[in-house]
């Protein structure tokens, strides 16, 4: 059974940086693809970014693109989120999650999901 746990979360100024870790135990990062949602109040998963495990190809969500980056330590299995540039609309959840046959990155093919992380964007 795997276990995805993310920190790093909190509040931060906009046009501030953050950087999300999601730690993965029970399943490797070599062999499945990792990915970050966000769910602000009253709207449904959004896709951040994932990072395909098989060939390396990252996508990253439309308003997340130039400003996120996802990457990943297979040693340390763990995925990281660098957040840049960061604006009030950013606020919300996000989780990190585990796909164990990843073809899109939408919540649904994803497995294994963290608690989440609260990420607030506020002056």
């Known amino acids: 059974q795997a276990q995805v746990v993310e920190s790093g979360g909190g509040l931060v100024q906009p046009g501030g940086s953050l950087i999300l870790s999601c730690q993965v135990s029970?399943?490797?990062?070599?062999?499945?693809?990792v990915g970050w949602f966000r769910q602000a109040p009253g709207k449904e998963h959004e896709a951040v970014s994932c990072k395909s495990h098989s060939d390396g190809s990252i996508s990253y969500g439309d308003s997340m693109k130039g400003r996120f980056n996802i990457s990943t330590d297979n040693a340390k299995n763990t995925a990281y989120l660098q957040m840049n540039d960061l604006k009030p609309e950013d606020t919300a959840v996000y989780y990190c999650a585990v796909a164990i046959r990843y073809r899109r990155c939408v919540p649904q093919d994803f497995s294994y999901w963290g608690q989440g992380t609260q990420v607030t964007i506020s002056a």
């Open positions: 029970g399943l490797s990062l070599k062999f499945y693809t």
